[in-house]
């Protein structure tokens, strides 16, 4: 049986490869955790899926993920963040976008809301705030790009 954070993680794991030029190695940044995992070696990447098929896409965050997420930060300096959003696409943000949307203070549970319009950008909201810019569906192998090529 395919579990869904298989399916959804696989579909963002593909995407990564087909683009890329040349070995990524990818593993994972827990070994009992799904969903964060570890680019080149240096760089985390954190996997949230929503299997609406249309949007909006609500991504929740208990205290534990928040945590999880934080030391990825505080050992690497930075992590990806890719939104599944159902079919639709995977939205990416870095940490200092991230934190626009949701603080340092976690709660039992906060929550991430993705909407986009037909042919439009996604906009991204969090419990503390709305990111200051709409993102695209290409954000997620730009930022990885970005950060894996230097």
Known sequence: MIRDYQRYCGSVLVALVDQWDGPLPIRRAFEDRNGYYLLDEKLPLAIKFSRSRKGPWTFNYQREHQILYNELVRVFG??????????????????????????????????????????????????????????????????VGSHLKT
């Open 78 to 143: 930075n992590c990806v963040t890719a939104f599944v959003c159902g079919s639709d696409g995977v939205v990416a943000v870095e940490h200092n976008q991230l934190r626009q949307i949701l603080d340092e203070v976690f709660e039992e549970q906060e929550s991430v809301t993705i909407r986009r319009k037909h042919k439009q950008m996604y906009a991204i909201r969090g419990r503390d705030g709305d990111l200051d810019k709409k993102v695209s569906r290409d954000s997620f192998l730009q930022l």
